[in-house]
């Protein structure tokens, strides 16, 4: 079955600094990869997606992401993060069926 | 309005009410989907409606109870929920090509839901 994986439960950057968040999944075949963002009581908003070629896709807000398959990893990346980049961020695995299969969230604090 | 609505956006209710959560979309998508997100847990997917035919059903409490009535109108019917069952509820929305290749969803911004 798929899943994703996001090790980091909680991160702390300063304004400026650059920004990973990790992303693994499992999935058998070639994954649709995708990133949201949540605000506090807002919807998710898509950020960047992977459907196949360049492993390197860029996304809205500065936002990128790399997609390694020898890692089975997704990482999201900025180089310089915002104030207004506070918020929960969601890796997603395309599954079978048009489903999505979320995991479980980074909460992305930006400290001043 | 575009993108995907929500309403309401917040509801409280008690556990003999009844309810239903509306959602609706402006992009032309044909399919569209619930999902329910609880404190400290991953989205869960609820249900799937593709062409306005239930496709999923992911072991959902029947107090649940889903309706499309057309490729842009989804409804969710709630009765005699359990405080548990207090969440924020997402609806997305997608197109579904044929071969079923994929596409990405795009969501409301929820309804807040308590159930006192």
């Known amino acids: 079955a798929q899943s994703v994986t996001q090790p980091d439960i909680h991160i702390t950057v300063s304004e400026g600094a650059s920004l990973e968040l990790r992303c693994n999944y499992s999935y058998g075949a070639t994954p649709y990869l995708f990133w949201y963002v949540q605000s506090p009581g807002q919807g998710l908003q898509l950020l960047l997606k992977y459907f196949s070629g360049d492993t390197l896709v860029q996304g809205i807000k500065g936002f990128e992401a790399e997609f390694k398959r020898s890692q089975s990893s997704f990482n999201l990346r900025k180089p310089s993060v915002h104030w207004s980049d506070a918020a929960e961020y969601f890796c997603a695995v395309g599954a079978r069926g048009n489903k999505l299969v979320f995991g479980a969230g980074t909460i992305l604090r930006v400290k001043s | 309005e575009t993108g995907v609505t929500q309403t309401p956006r917040h509801l409280v209710m008690g556990m003999t009410n009844k309810k239903s959560l509306k959602c609706e979309q402006h992009l032309g998508h044909n399919a569209m989907y619930w999902y329910k997100q609880s404190a400290k847990k991953p989205l869960e997917l609820m249900f799937v409606?593709?062409?306005?035919?239930?496709?999923e059903n992911n072991s959902v409490p029947s107090r649940f109870s889903p309706e499309c009535p057309n490729s842009s109108h989804l409804f969710l019917h709630l009765h005699t929920l359990q405080p548990e069952d207090s969440a924020l509820y997402l609806c997305?929305?997608?197109?579904?090509?044929?071969?079923?290749?994929?596409?990405?969803?795009?969501f409301g911004p929820g309804t807040r839901l308590t159930v006192l």
């Open positions: 409606y593709s062409l306005e035919e239930r496709v």
């Open positions: 997305a929305s997608s197109l579904l090509f044929a071969g079923g290749s994929y596409n990405e969803q795009f």
